[in-house]
């Protein structure tokens, strides 16, 4: 049973950064694909960044690319997501999820997901 845990959100005012993380635990995560979504009030969830465990490759939503930044951490089987030149358009709760498929790209491919951290942008 995988779990996961975020932290690290809060209240950051327009063009600053913020960095949230996952921790994991429960399953090596091996070559699985892992994920940070986000949901703003009356909107879907919405998949950010996405990263492959093994081989560090990663795919971002155009919304957040060349501002966002996913890693992790494979000694701390931790996974990150450095957030600069933030928008208030950014503002939501951030989930990180475990997928369970190949095809990673909807929220319906994930099984495991964290409590959530949100994540306020002021302007």
């Known amino acids: 049973q995988v779990q996961l845990v975020e932290s690290g959100g809060g209240l950051v005012q327009a063009g600053g950064s913020l960095r949230i993380s996952c921790a994991g635990s429960?399953?090596?995560?091996?070559?699985?694909?892992m994920g940070w979504f986000r949901q703003a009030p009356g909107r879907e969830r919405e998949l950010v960044a996405r990263?492959?465990?093994?081989?560090?490759?990663?795919a971002y939503a155009d919304s957040v690319k060349g501002r966002f930044a996913i890693s992790r951490d494979n000694a701390k089987n931790t996974m990150y997501l450095q957030m600069n030149s933030l928008k208030p358009e950014d503002t939501g709760i951030y989930y990180c999820?475990?997928?369970?498929?190949?095809?990673?790209?909807?929220?319906?491919?994930?099984?495991?997901w964290g409590q959530g951290t949100q994540v306020t942008v002021s302007s």
């Open positions: 999820a475990h997928c369970r498929s190949l095809l990673c790209t909807s929220a319906q491919s994930y099984d495991s």
């Open positions: 429960g399953r090596n995560f091996g070559t699985d694909i």
């Open positions: 990263i492959r465990w093994s081989a560090d490759t990663t």
